[in-house]
């Protein structure tokens, strides 16, 4: 305790929301406070704590699976382009053969 040195912080003024001794619940800067053990302050702040990240946890799941969802849309997506790019490639390959057998063809009946 800053006031008492010798003092172990043992209790939690909820008045003040301060840590305090035995000694400054006996004197006027405390005296009329509500006070609770350190440990027992500290098991309900652990506690809420505990409710609170139970809380996060609840309300990040959806979160993370819209994430998950849409990095296999992602995939998927890059999948299809790539598989459109090929289709796209040998579809004007075709074309690109049909035209010079076609050019051929007419060169031919021109000799």
Known sequence: CDKHRQKELRL??????????DDCCL??????????????????HMQLLRDE????????RPLKEAIAA???????????RQSTKARISEHFERLAQAVRARGEAL?????
């Open 107 to 111: 060169a031919e009946e021109v000799e």
């Open 27 to 44: 004197i006027k800067d405390h005296k009329s406070h509500d006070f609770n053990l350190l440990t027992d302050v500290a098991d309900e």
């Open 70 to 80: 849409i990095a296999e849309e992602d995939r998927t997506l890059g999948e299809n």
């Open 53 to 60: 990240a139970q809380k996060l946890d609840a309300a990040t």
């Open 12 to 21: 939690y003024c909820k008045t003040c929301e301060l840590l305090v001794c």
